[in-house]
């Protein structure tokens, strides 16, 4: 009896080739994480941003309270100088300080008995 090979149809057929599957899902993951990636940066820097103007809010208003403390601090000063000034010209302006004054000058005082009027209307 002569040995059957009841394989040897199946061992000869070439073998199925079948088309490669195109790698479509790994290239839409790439560009999702560069736009997360940009994204990110965005709101970063956004924040970044925005964090510097209100620092740079802090400051400009700091130190306009600065200056409006030293206005305020000038115009104690002021009103201090002002009070003493009047009351300078007060003192000055007294009438016993004047009478002192013309005493010293060598004036007297008139009687009231040489009050006279001049009429200055008449002619």
């Given amino acids: 009896m002569a040995a059957v090979d009841w394989f040897a149809t199946d061992v000869a057929a070439p073998p199925i080739r079948r088309a490669p599957r195109p790698r479509a899902a790994p290239a839409p993951r790439r560009r999702t994480q560069g736009r997360r990636l940009r994204?990110?940066?965005?709101?970063?820097?956004?924040?970044?941003?925005?964090?510097?103007?209100?620092?740079?809010?802090?400051?400009a208003v700091l130190r306009m309270n600065m200056a409006v403390n030293n206005?305020?601090?000038?115009?104690?000063?002021?009103?201090?100088?002002?009070?003493?000034?009047a009351s300078q010209v007060s003192s000055a302006g007294s009438s016993l300080r004047?009478?002192?004054?013309?005493?010293?000058?060598?004036?007297?005082?008139?009687?009231?008995?040489?009050?006279?009027?001049?009429?200055?209307?008449h002619k």
């Fill in 98 to 121: 004047i009478e002192q004054a013309a005493h010293r000058l060598g004036l007297t005082p008139a009687p009231a008995a040489d009050t006279s009027y001049l009429d200055v209307a």
């Fill in 71 to 85: 206005l305020n601090q000038q115009q104690l000063e002021l009103q201090a100088q002002n009070a003493t000034l």
């Fill in 39 to 59: 994204g990110g940066i965005f709101w970063i820097s956004a924040f970044a941003v925005l964090l510097v103007g209100v620092v740079a809010l802090n400051v």
